[in-house]
């Protein structure tokens, strides 16, 4: 079976690429387009005006994610995100911006074909296998992991997507003392190289969000020389 619908495959290594190209011409959808930095899938996706877009997270010149934020300014094309990351938060914050699947590597090309014409076949139905289904409340802040909101006091947060990831890693573990490496760890996904300033900036950003006085903040808090924690009072 044959299908018109175009794919767009963003991911910087060639040879996932040239796989996940090869598989699905041989699957029946011949019309794939490719890039390989945020800037060019940018540039693609406007052209080719794609179906469905494969988009790889880590990318040279940017994260996917924000390429996900411009598609989603214009289309509701679905987008399945390919990351490296398997942690439970990395999905939440993918579903956050506007994803649609979540594909871990290393993966099965032809499982993905199958999952992109499964949904040409579909196209009315929003894959909720993989989305959260759980609403989180404390004190003041809500995570409503079905539609991926972040509130406080039932107003949705304006956050980009690292401070979407911190705030919902400490949600998670209110009260408990996070240090810098552990958030960088789990929220970036990397090794913690003495990356203070990134963190710290992205804390400072948290704040002007979501404390009334982000110089003296009420909710997040840091705990000199150990990291910072979330704390929230009883009402």
Known sequence: MAFDQRVLVVDDEADIVRLLQTVLIKEGIDQVYTAATAEEAWIQFQQRQPDIVILDIMLPDGEGY??????????????????????????ILGFAIGGDDYITKPFSPKEVAYRIKARFRRPEIHQQEDKPNRLLQVGPFELDE??????????????????????????????????????????????????????????????????EDPSHPRYLLTVKGLGYKLAVEEE
């Open 146 to 211: 079905e539609k991926i909101e972040l509130k406080k006091n039932g107003k949705v947060l304006p956050l980009k997507p690292k401070e979407l990831g911190l705030l919902t890693l400490m949600l998670k573990h209110p009260g408990q003392i996070m240090s810098k490496e552990s958030l960088y760890d789990q929220v970036w996904g990397e090794e913690f190289f003495g990356f203070d300033n990134t963190v710290m900036v992205h804390i400072r950003r948290l704040r002007e969000k979501i404390e």
């Open 66 to 91: 924000e390429v996900c934020k411009k598609i989603r300014s214009v289309s509701n094309v679905p987008i399945f995100f390919l990351s490296a990351k398997t942690e439970e938060i990395d999905k």
